[in-house]
Nanobody, 125 residues
Framework: QVQLVESGGGFVQPGGSLRLSCDASEFTLDYSAIGWFRQAPGKEYEGVACISSTDNNTFYADSVKGRFTISRDDVKKVVFLQMNSLIPEDTAVYYC??????????????????WGQGTQVTVSS
């Protein structure tokens, strides 16, 4: 199968933390990067972060830099998004996606061609 599965979303108060997981163990295609994106109600997809599949190079959107950390576990075939200091503006459905076309390491949605189904993150008091 060609499948990415997100998990770890939930409800959290401002200032709290969540860690999202992207399970790529059933993703059978060769890919160069995994990215995290989000979509808030009524808004376009927004890039969050991405990580190379062959090294530790990462890219972060300015809106999350210093608060979010992307990482990967090569043994478990999982990519994580650690989210700290959450604010209400972070509320969105979060998606992970794979780049199988060797695009640049940047969170441009169109270069990521396989997407998971998303996990809801709600930041509210």
């Amino acid at each position: 199968q060609v499948q990415l599965v997100e998990s770890g979303g939930g409800f959290v108060q401002p200032g709290g933390s969540l860690r999202l997981s992207c399970d790529a163990s059933e993703f059978t295609l060769d890919y160069s990067a995994i990215g995290w994106f989000r979509q808030a109600p009524g808004k376009e997809y927004e890039g969050v972060a991405c990580i190379s599949s062959t090294d530790n190079n990462t890219f972060y959107a300015d809106s999350v830099k210093g608060r979010f950390t992307i990482s990967r576990d090569d043994v478990k075939k999982v990519v994580f998004l650690q989210m700290n200091s959450l604010i209400p503006e972070d509320t969105a459905v979060y998606y992970c996606a794979a780049d199988t076309k060797n695009g640049p390491l940047i969170t441009i949605p169109n270069i990521f061609d396989y997407w998971g189904q998303g996990t809801q993150v709600t930041v509210s008091s």
